[in-house]
């Protein structure tokens, strides 16, 4: 055993290694060259860094890393953009239906309660990383319209999605705005994933970062998901960061870390997607009773006859 040369098994593995990888990038490149470009999209998509977590994850419910098994078929459909079978034809809001409709549409709610969920967790995870002083829906201070650009948000009333202290320096307030972009919707599909980064960012600086730098001196960050699970590269700085904070105050490895982060972030976006795609979203019917009686049991006009 002593006379084994370590460094040279080691060379050895590297070479297999790279050899392996190289072999897997010509078939890679073949294949690309041979599909169709939506099914080249979403091949793009999901070799996004974190995207594809949710299939190795263990199913802990105590995370919420779990599935059942329509949720799991409809999940691996929308991996690689096939159609969902059973699903209506058509929306609630009278438009033919699929899997880029209803991740558009904003019929329900569906739409904000993606957004929110990320919003809640990524709140979450800054205060897991020792953030001080973490909001969520922080309003702006008001600002003179004439003293920024017509671009800016200078609405009285105006908010961001959150708020914490303590991300890059004791005391710097950061602000966040969460954005959820469909890379399949119409709007979407003929731009290149670096170019759909690039642009919700810059919408969302040129909204907010002018403001927040003069008014509130703090800094801004745009939060830029997509529903295929990438993030945009100042998300990818602020994940980074924050897993780095929390594996150092548990005392974890940094990879461990940033890989629960990720899936975390990966299943709260899931499900809200999964959710999306079998939600109700036509005329909902009220109980007459309920929206007629007052919640002591007194009714607010005539009884009901029973």
């Given at each position: 055993?002593?006379?084994?040369?370590?460094?040279?098994?080691?060379?050895?593995?590297?070479?297999?290694?790279?050899?392996?990888?190289?072999?897997?990038?010509?078939?890679?490149?073949?294949?690309?060259?041979?599909?169709?470009?939506?099914?080249?999209?979403?091949?793009?998509?999901?070799?996004?860094?974190?995207?594809?977590?949710?299939?190795?994850?263990?199913?802990?419910?105590?995370?919420?890393?779990?599935?059942?098994?329509?949720?799991?078929?409809?999940?691996?459909?929308?991996?690689?953009?096939?159609?969902?079978?059973?699903?209506?034809?058509?929306?609630?809001?009278?438009?033919?239906?699929?899997?880029?409709?209803?991740?558009?549409?904003?019929?329900?709610?569906?739409?904000?309660?993606?957004?929110?969920?990320?919003?809640?967790?990524?709140?979450?995870?800054?205060?897991?990383?020792?953030?001080?002083?973490?909001?969520?829906?922080?309003?702006?201070?008001?600002?003179?319209?004439?003293?920024?650009?017509?671009?800016?948000?200078?609405?009285?009333?105006?908010?961001?999605?959150?708020?914490?202290?303590?991300?890059?320096?004791?005391?710097?307030?950061?602000?966040?705005?969460?954005?959820?972009?469909?890379?399949?919707?119409?709007?979407?599909?003929?731009?290149?994933?670096?170019?759909?980064?690039?642009?919700?960012?810059?919408?969302?600086?040129?909204?907010?970062?002018?403001?927040?730098?003069?008014?509130?001196?703090?800094?801004?960050?745009?939060?830029?998901?997509?529903?295929?699970?990438?993030?945009?590269?100042?998300c990818t700085k602020v994940l980074k960061r924050l897993a780095g904070k929390i594996a150092e105050k548990k005392g974890e490895q940094y990879s461990h870390v940033?890989?629960?982060?990720?899936?975390?972030?990966?299943?709260?976006?899931?499900?809200?997607?999964?959710?999306?795609?079998?939600?109700?979203?036509?005329?909902?019917?009220?109980?007459?009773?309920?929206?007629?009686?007052?919640?002591?049991?007194?009714?607010?006009?005539?009884?009901?006859?029973?």
């Open positions: 055993m002593s006379n084994l040369d370590y460094a040279a098994i080691k060379r050895a593995k590297e070479e297999i290694k790279m050899e392996k990888d190289k072999r897997f990038q010509g078939q890679l490149k073949k294949i690309m060259e041979e599909v169709d470009p939506l099914t080249k999209r979403s091949v793009e998509a999901v070799r996004e860094k974190g995207s594809s977590s949710w299939l190795t994850a263990l199913p802990l419910k105590r995370c919420g890393f779990i599935l059942n098994k329509q949720e799991f078929r409809d999940a691996l459909c929308l991996r690689y953009n096939w159609n969902i079978p059973d699903i209506p034809k058509y929306c609630g809001c009278g438009l033919k239906n699929g899997v880029d409709h209803v991740l558009s549409c904003k019929k329900g709610g569906y739409v904000s309660m993606r957004h929110d969920a990320l919003r809640d967790t990524m709140a979450c995870l800054m205060r897991e990383a020792g953030c001080n002083d973490v909001h969520t829906e922080p309003a702006l201070l008001p600002v003179n319209p004439n003293d920024f650009g017509t671009r800016t948000n200078t609405a009285e009333g105006a908010r961001l999605d959150i708020a914490a202290r303590g991300l890059t320096s004791a005391f710097e307030r950061t602000f966040f705005d969460v954005r959820v972009s469909h890379p399949f919707a119409a709007s979407n599909v003929t731009v290149s994933l670096k170019a759909l980064y690039e642009r919700n960012e810059k919408e969302k600086r040129d909204k907010y970062q002018g403001r927040v730098l003069e008014t509130e001196k703090g800094s801004f960050e745009p939060l830029v998901f997509l529903t295929t699970g990438g993030t945009g590269p100042s940033i890989g629960f982060v990720r899936t975390r972030l990966r299943f709260a976006l899931l499900r809200s997607v999964l959710i999306a795609v079998r939600g109700v979203r036509g005329k909902v019917m009220k109980d007459p009773y309920i929206g007629n009686l007052a919640f002591n049991l007194i009714p607010v006009s005539e009884p009901y006859d029973c």
